[in-house]
């Protein structure tokens, strides 16, 4: 997140946030509206928390009406920022998967993380995963996880959750890239608020 705002791709960091934060899917994320993301705002509501809607959920035949939840405050802020004031009828990333992909690649290449999953490498689809192992390691909290995630099963999110665990990419690393990780995690909350403020 850090530096798609150090390169000025504020939709790219949106794109990362709501896939971290609300445990989305690339394909759940990209085709979103602004009607799609119910901003504190548009229910008048003080409350640091977004809700995006998912239209086209991977287990929809299960659940009709699925919805995930951004609570983390600074998340919220610059969703807010980037997307407020836009039409509800306008798409909010206006990107293909291909485009995406590609912004990916180039911001975890810069770092020397490795992107290909036959390499075991960090993909989009690591969001899910990642933000369910952060939410657990911060909650320590099955139930909560399994609910803000949409899984059907208990099973399921364990996998996904012991998968995600047991990566250890940075370990790889040079330690000049692992100091330029270090440092971009620790700026990530002032460049945030910075950005959502100009």
Wanted: charged share 25%.
């Amino acid at each position: 997140v850090s530096l798609c705002i150090l390169w000025s791709w504020k939709k790219v960091a949106a794109v990362l946030l709501l896939g971290f934060h609300g445990l989305l899917r690339p394909n759940e994320i990209l085709p979103l509206r602004r009607a799609d993301l119910v901003l504190p705002r548009d229910v008048l509501s003080t409350e640091p928390i977004a809700y995006v809607r998912i239209p086209h959920s991977k287990t929809s035949r299960f659940m009709l009406r699925q919805h995930s939840r951004v609570s983390d405050q600074l998340s919220v802020a610059y969703l807010d920022h980037v997307f407020g004031c836009l039409p509800k009828e306008r798409p909010l990333f206006d990107c293909s998967a291909g485009v995406f992909r590609t912004r990916w690649n180039r911001l975890f290449n810069f770092l020397c993380v490795e992107t290909a999953e036959k390499k075991k490498g960090i993909t989009p689809k690591s969001l899910r995963g990642s933000g369910a192992s952060w939410l657990f390691h911060h909650t320590e909290d099955v139930q909560r996880v399994l609910w803000r995630g949409r899984w059907q099963s208990r099973k399921t999110l364990e996998h996904y959750l012991q998968d995600v665990m047991g990566q250890v990419l940075l370990s790889d690393l040079i330690q000049e890239k692992r100091d330029l990780v270090f440092a971009l995690a620790e700026a990530s909350s002032s460049l945030l608020v910075h950005a959502a403020t100009f």
